[in-house]
């Protein structure tokens, strides 16, 4: 038998006729590269899946057109400078708005727009369908308590035209819009003769995304104000932010901490073996030959035990974003290099320095029990 | 006999002991810092979703509709009813007055605005900025500053008068947009209604307030002739994200359901109380808030909440095998007790022993850590800190203890396998 096949066939063995040894080191380490794949791959896709969820505070860029209304160029601009609609990156509901009489005298806002997109965009308004309808007006639900309290149809005028409304939902929102008729936008204008001079606009991303989709707006309509609106936005930037920190500061002690664990465990498991390093050592072995057995057994326990944290801290992020997030988190690659190679210094920096301490006594000293 | 065994355990093996110690000791902070982070991290972002202003709007019951486009209030002041100023601080008497962190009231009309050399139409907006109130014993200060978070001053915000100050002209805000557009800067006089004011800061919201006068509430109350008159209070409140409880109709509740209902910190139950004690008031949540911070606080919990079971799954697999290392190590000590005519039970007990107050030892020190580190955590990041609650104590002795015993006892069992005769010869 020659030196290395000796070599490897000690490693084996010590794995393989201890095996409870062998396996807790690994599940150790197995443990620590779990969690720490776990936790990065969760932070590294936090931002933009929490991005994805403040979708559905609606609006969180406003365009205003200081004179005049705005122009079918101006919404394919708009539109150019989000982005590919396909690819999600966000939405422009042009709005126009004109004062109406309703019946009782009293002044009311009406509004037109693409009535199924301003739903889409206001994810929040609670919606209550008026069965049997062929009305195609919404009513905001105060409006409706006032003009329409049994769901009927009624009359308002504009300063030229009159015109006939009957409610085809009635919705809720808690916010001025209760106190708004909604038509679609054709309607309106062939009703008013009043084009949009307002769009509202969901930009979707993070929020350095949404800030420069910002700017790209404000260049590409020089004639219109483009506002973002501060109360969201903040408040995407602030949560997004903050959970980020908590994620990575949790993980990082649940991590360094859990690494402290496995050094204790793995620098026990090598302590305990004195009496192989003593006869090792009596029977002729170099310090240098026997650290590198013990390092080499370390590094290949590190390195499968890494290996399969690897694999199920992925799937343990994929299924947190799975039940969490409802869209998985998937894996990252560039994580699996940092994972083994972490692992097998740590592996080693936990086996080696107890042999340093071992190397110190006398090997009969050990075999003798003391 | 049984405690000088495991007396002199401890003694003379102080760098096993120590390492198990340490690791039972790391898990356990692990437990309790996790624990502490999950369960607060949703009080947490909630008050961090603060920022998106109130969740809540009193508007008065017998009102007419608002007439608003584009952020201009086009409601003559004189028509619609009010709510009473004076029955706001009521709010705070309620079931769940803890958890409305504040409210804003607002008055406003379309006026005309006197400057130096023009004279421009804006709309005239009373609120509270940071006004201090008192409801039975308690005090709090409550206004814009801190209900609309998202709210920026250059220059500084004004007082809350309670009456029209004698010497001077009060301080007001001037909206970003309409200082830009009529060059008015701060420390100018304008008259409105005939009266004078100041600006102290021009204020920039990113809304419709960029093109108003935001002054005291009380100023604008006299400057509109109504005297203890409010048009709208948004409330901010803490709240529970919507659950199928809270969905079902409180009318149709039976009455132990409906207990229940009132005395959870739901919207639409915070908004029933503030209708009992204020009847004329319309309250409604504004559901842009209200139903998207609720999905945002659950998804946020949610990934907390299964992180931490995750963390804690590592931990207690990581305390396991550290305890299992260090019993294997002993299986000398093990076969030499049998040898000596130890039975089974013996050897256990005293394994169990010594791993149960190593478990005590481990989670006390793991549980102080842990709420240093938690502490930590909040301090930095939400500059306040989470505080651990005392039953997580008991939660991370338990723990300890189940974790260090199932650790131990399969290990133990393993060891006792062994024919002593073998394990002592070094063979096994």
């Known amino acids: 038998m020659n030196r290395s096949s000796l070599f490897l066939r000690l ?52 365009v205003t ?8 160029d101006e919404v394919n601009a708009m539109n150019t400078a989000l982005g590919d609609k396909n690819a999600g990156k966000g939405t422009v509901v042009p709005v126009a708005y004109a004062i109406a009489t309703a019946p009782d005298g009293s002044r009311v806002v009406v509004g037109g727009a693409d009535l199924r997109a301003l739903r889409e965009l206001n994810s929040w308004w609670s919606i209550r369908p008026i069965e049997g309808s062929s009305g195609k007006a919404w009513i905001g639900s105060r409006a409706a308590n006032l003009f329409s309290p049994a769901n009927g149809k009624f009359n308002i005028s504009f300063a030229s035209h009159a015109a006939e409304i009957q409610p085809e939902l009635v919705f809720l929102s808690g916010s001025d819009d209760d106190s708004r008729i909604y038509l679609d936008l054709v309607e309106f204008t062939a009703l008013t003769n009043v084009q949009p001079n307002t769009a509202l606009v969901r930009v979707e991303g993070k929020p350095q995304e949404i800030q420069s989709a910002i700017e790209r707006l404000s260049a590409s309509l020089p004639q219109a104000e483009v506002k973002p609106v501060r109360q969201i936005t903040q408040a995407q930037t602030a949560v997004v932010g903050k959970t980020r920190s908590v994620v990575l500061a949790a993980s990082a002690v649940v991590v360094v901490l859990i690494m402290l664990c496995m050094v204790a465990t793995f620098t026990s498991s090598v302590l305990e073996r004195r009496k192989d390093f003593a006869v090792m050592k009596a029977l002729g072995a170099s310090n240098k030959t026997v650290n590198l057995l ?77 | 006999m ?32 996790m624990i502490a982070v999950g369960t607060d991290v949703g009080d947490k972002i909630n008050q961090e979703l603060r920022t998106l202003g109130g969740n809540l709007v009193l508007t008065p019951i017998e009102d007419t509709l608002d007439v608003n486009i584009g952020g ?80 920026k001053v250059e220059g500084e915000w004004p007082q809350d008068y309670s009456a029209w100050p004698q010497d001077q002209a009060p301080n007001m805000l001037a909206g970003s947009k309409i200082t830009q557009e009529s060059g008015l800067s701060i420390g100018d006089i ?33 400057i509109l002739s109504e005297p203890n008159a409010v048009r709208r209070v948004t409330v901010s409140a803490l709240t529970k994200p919507e659950d199928a409880l809270a969905r079902r109709d409180p009318s149709k509740m039976a009455p132990a359901v409906w207990d229940r209902w009132y005395c959870s910190p739901y919207a639409n139950s915070i908004a029933f109380q503030i209708h009992e004690a204020m009847p004329n008031v319309r309250v409604e949540q504004i559901r842009q808030v209200e139903q998207n911070q609720g999905k945002i606080l659950a998804r946020i919990s949610g990934m907390m909440l299964l992180l931490t079971l995750a963390a804690l799954l590592a931990a207690a697999l990581a305390v396991s095998a550290a305890m299992a290392a260090t019993i294997l190590e002993r299986r000398q000590e093990v076969g030499l007790m049998k040898s000596l005519g130890a039975s089974n039970t013996a050897v256990a007990s005293l394994f169990l022993t010594e791993a149960g107050f190593l478990a005590l030892a481990g989670a006390a020190i793991g549980f102080v850590a842990g709420a240093v580190l938690a502490r930590r955590i909040g301090q930095n990041i939400f500059g306040s800190a989470i505080t651990v609650h005392p039953a997580v104590l008991a939660v991370v002795i338990f723990a300890a203890l189940l974790v260090t015993f199932v650790g131990s006892a399969g290990a133990v069992r393993k060891a006792m396998q062994f024919d002593p005769a073998v394990v002592l010869r070094g063979d096994a």
Request: charged content about 15%.
């Open chain 2, 190 to 222: 304008v008259q409105i209604g005939g009266k004078k004011l100041r600006v102290s800061g021009i204020l920039n919201t990113g809304g419709p307030e960029d093109q108003a006068i935001v002054a005291p509430l009380h100023i604008v109350q006299q």
């Open chain 2, 2 to 33: 049984f405690f000088r065994l495991l007396f002199e355990s401890f003694r003379r093996q102080k760098r096993r002991k120590s390492a198990a110690l340490l690791a039972i000791a790391l898990g356990m902070s692990i437990a309790t810092a």
């Open chain 1, 11 to 62: 490693l084996f063995k010590a794995a393989w006729v201890r095996k409870d040894r062998a396996l807790t080191a690994l599940i150790s380490v197995a443990v620590v590269a779990t969690i720490a794949t776990a936790a990065l791959t969760i932070y590294s896709d936090l931002e933009g899946k929490l991005s994805r969820e403040f979708r559905g505070f609606g609006a969180n860029v406003i």
């Open chain 1, 294 to 370: 013990f390092a080499a057994e370390s590094a290949s326990l590190a390195l499968v035990g890494a290996a399969s944290g690897y694999i199920v801290g992925s799937g343990t992020a994929f299924w947190i974003g799975k039940a969490n997030f409802e869209a998985a988190i998937l894996p990252q690659p560039l994580l699996l290099l940092p994972v083994l190679l972490g692992s097998v210094v740590l592996a080693l920096l936990a086996s080696t320095a107890p042999l340093r301490l071992l190397q110190q006594i006398q090997p009969a000293g050990i075999l003798r029990g003391e």
């Open chain 1, 65 to 72: 057109k200081t004179q005049g209304s705005l122009t079918a």
């Open chain 2, 72 to 151: 201009v209030n086009l409601k003559p002041a004189s028509e619609g009813s009010f709510i009473s100023e004076s029955e706001l601080p009521k709010m705070k008497g309620i079931f769940w007055g803890r958890n409305i962190t504040g409210f804003a009231p607002f008055l406003s009309a379309q006026q005309t605005i006197t400057m130096k050399d023009h004279i421009v139409a804006a709309e005239l907006i009373g609120t509270y900025f940071a006004q201090p109130l008192r409801y039975g014993k308690e005090d709090f200060t409550t206004g814009v500053r801190s209900v609309n978070g998202w709210w």
